[in-house]
């Protein structure tokens, strides 16, 4: 089986057998990244570009070992040492980037919609990696990777998201993602962060993080996107805390088995207690490590890789 599109832009665009067939090629990569040599061919002499015009760490760094661990040529741009500080736009950029003939092109940008339009007008594979507050895909593939391989399933876990849904990518394509793989979602967050769709999502929708995490399976913590609010959305940062942060005592509303899970980068003590972020619930870390094999996965799967 193969994926049905040249690029991945969204998990909104994938089925449920796209949706396995990633991850069980992910799967499949996971035990190269604990060889001593973590090294394949199966890329080799394939170029990627990792264009990333907004700040990352870990989707930009994952996907630069990725690359590299299936032996791919992988360059990395930020907004800052390109030509876009001169005034280049992105189909300018683009298109220079196209006739140099690399064989897929990664993209973070800060505006939604700016990886479909690359998608639209370059020949190349074209992977979101974070558009504005649009999507980001491949953060929900190693969220749904790392919940798959802790509780064997997603059909029918309960799963609270919490936090600034609104402005959250992860949010949207974990809600995507997560309903169409059979989980029952519950987002909670203040008023001010909750889209005013999110009704039409398949959500279950909660004004208290009591309510949302009450016999939860799995807890996703969110970031607050300070970067893309337009105005003060809450009082201050203690007066979240007080009413969204996860701690060591609303934590025990949820299953006593239950996994917390936050995409990073993490503003301690302010959505999640550290003592909850490092303790015996957290995946945090097994999401990063996830990480490296989901885009390991998806190069493979976009460059026809042998
Ligand atoms: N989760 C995530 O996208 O982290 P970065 O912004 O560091 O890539």
Redesign the pocket.
Known sequence: MKLSKKDLLGIRDLTVDEINLILETAESFIEVSTRDIKKVPTLRGKTVINLFLE??????TSFEIAGKRLSADTINISSTTSSIVKGETLIDTAKNLEAMNPDAIVIRHSAAGAPQILARIMKQPIINA?DGAHE?PT?ALLDMMTIKAKKGKISGLKIAIVGDIAHSR?ARSNIYGLTRMGAHVTVAGPATMMPRYIDRMGVRVCCRLEEAIRDADIIMMLRIQTERQQENLFPSLREYANYFCLNGENIKLAKDDVLVMH???INRGVEIAPEIADGPYSVILDQVTNGVAVRMALLYLLTGGK
């Open positions: 700040a990352s760490t870990r989707t930009r974070g980001h953060q992860v995409p990073g980068p």
